[in-house]
Every structure is written in structure tokens, then in C-alpha cells.
T-cell receptor
Framework: NAGVTQTPKFQVLKTGQSMTLQCAQD?????MYWYRQDPGMGLRLIYYSASEGTTDKGEVPNGYNVSRLNKREFSLRLESAAPSQTSVYFC???????????FGQGTRLTVV | DAKTTQPTSMDCAEGRAANLPCNHSTISGNEYVYWYRQIHSQGPQYIIHGLKNNETNEMASLIITEDRKSSTLILPHATLRDTAVYYCIVRPVSGGSYIPTFGRGTSLIVHP
């Protein structure tokens, strides 16, 4: 049982380049989330999707877009990467009303 | 959602019990206490949760005070692999559109 899978695990971008971070979960969860984590900081919510077909902004949405492609997949896109977006990105999923959130292993993104 | 307060860091000797406190003085009657941990470079991992009663599983024990304003996560025999950041969060009993929110947590260092 894979849980939450993120790709890629590592990425280096040049300023201005675009890329999409992929996330897929196999637990049939309705809710999915994208967080970023900077050194010494907690996780900050970028965007979330409460259910298939819906997305909402979190605490730090600027510079990002998301797509809830289907119930399994929730992607995060950087249209024009900036050095300030250098971070570790985590995807998570959960089932409303149920227990815990499950996290992927993270994508380490460096923008130079 | 209620806010939680945790010490920034703690340390513990290997083989001894690690007791990690959390203050959640504004918790309401319909909110659980959840604990997660994040081992370096990995995604957060669920440990345990509770509402009123003390809880124990294969990973840890959770002691919740009678007034529910604070709790303690206990790792009974800490190992070096328990070195991680531990997050205490509260979440509503009924999920709805709940979004997991993480603060900076407690950095636990287990030393030989």
C-alpha cells in the first residue's frame, strides 16, 4: 500500500522556469493538501482540495496553482519559479471525519 | 480551532522515557488532541490521538489532563531513531472541512 506518492523527490530549477509537482494517493481520501516547509519552520498550507472538483487557497498561495485532476491526484504548479520558492513541499491526504492525515515523502525544490 | 503551545526543544537519554508536553488551554469539548512526528527529511507521521481518556499504542502513550487543557506524549523507551520534531495539534471530532495545521513543534534529541 503506497499511501501518498510525490514526484519528483528532488528538483533544481532556474528562476523563471515552470514545473509541476505531482501527488497521488491510493487511500480513496476526499481531501488533499499541499504544504511547504522552510528550514526551522512548521508546515505552511499552500492550497487544499476538500473534495474532487474543489480547490481553495491556504496561507501562502501566491506563485502557485493547483489542479485536482481526479480523486487520486492533486498537482501543484509553479508558473515562474523564484528563489523564494526554494523549499520542501509536502502533499497530504485525509478523510473528513476520520483519523489522521497521511503525508508523502516530500519534494525538495531548489530555485537558483 | 484551539491553539497549542509546545517547548521548542527537549533532549532525552536513550532508553529513558521521553515526556513531551503540550498546552491546549482553549480546547473545546469536541476537539481531539493529535500527535505527529517528523523525522528529518521525511513527511510527518501520525503517532496517536485522544479525546478525554489516556491512550496507548505500539508507538507511544498519550496522557490528557482531566480538564483537557494539556497533554503529554510519552515515548516509554526512547531510541536514537525517535529523534524528530513532534507536533501536537487539535482537530474537531466531526471532520467537515478541517485542515491540519502544524506549528513549529518540539525538536526532540535522543542522545546515547
Amino acid at each position: 500500500n503506497a499511501g501518498v506518492t510525490q514526484t519528483p523527490k528532488f528538483q533544481v530549477l532556474k528562476t523563471g522556469q515552470s514545473m509541476t509537482l505531482q501527488c497521488a494517493q491510493d487511500m480513496n481520501h476526499n481531501s488533499m493538501y499541499w504544504y511547504r516547509q522552510d528550514p526551522g519552520m512548521g508546515l505552511r498550507l499552500i492550497y487544499y482540495s476538500a473534495s474532487e472538483g474543489t480547490t481553495d487557497k491556504g496561507e501562502v498561495p501566491n506563485g502557485y496553482n493547483v489542479s485536482r485532476l481526479n480523486k487520486r491526484e492533486f498537482s501543484l504548479r509553479l508558473e515562474s519559479a523564484a528563489p523564494s520558492q526554494t523549499s520542501v513541499y509536502f502533499c497530504a491526504s485525509s478523510e473528513p471525519g476520520r483519523t489522521e492525515a497521511f503525508f508523502g515523502q516530500g519534494t525538495r525544490l531548489t530555485v537558483v | 480551532d484551539a491553539k497549542t503551545t509546545q517547548p521548542t526543544s527537549m533532549d532525552c537519554a536513550e532508553g529513558r522515557a521521553a515526556n513531551l508536553p503540550c498546552n491546549h488551554s482553549t480546547i473545546s469539548g469536541n476537539e481531539y488532541v493529535y500527535w505527529y512526528r517528523q523525522i528529518h527529511s521525511q513527511g510527518p507521521q501520525y503517532i496517536i490521538h485522544g479525546l478525554k481518556n489516556n491512550e496507548t499504542n505500539e508507538m507511544a502513550s498519550l496522557i490528557i489532563t482531566e480538564d483537557r487543557k494539556s497533554s503529554t506524549l510519552i515515548l516509554p523507551h526512547a531510541t536514537l531513531r525517535d529523534t524528530a520534531v513532534y507536533y501536537c495539534i487539535v482537530r474537531p471530532v466531526s471532520g467537515g472541512s478541517y485542515i491540519p495545521t502544524f506549528g513549529r513543534g518540539t525538536s526532540l534529541i535522543v542522545h546515547p
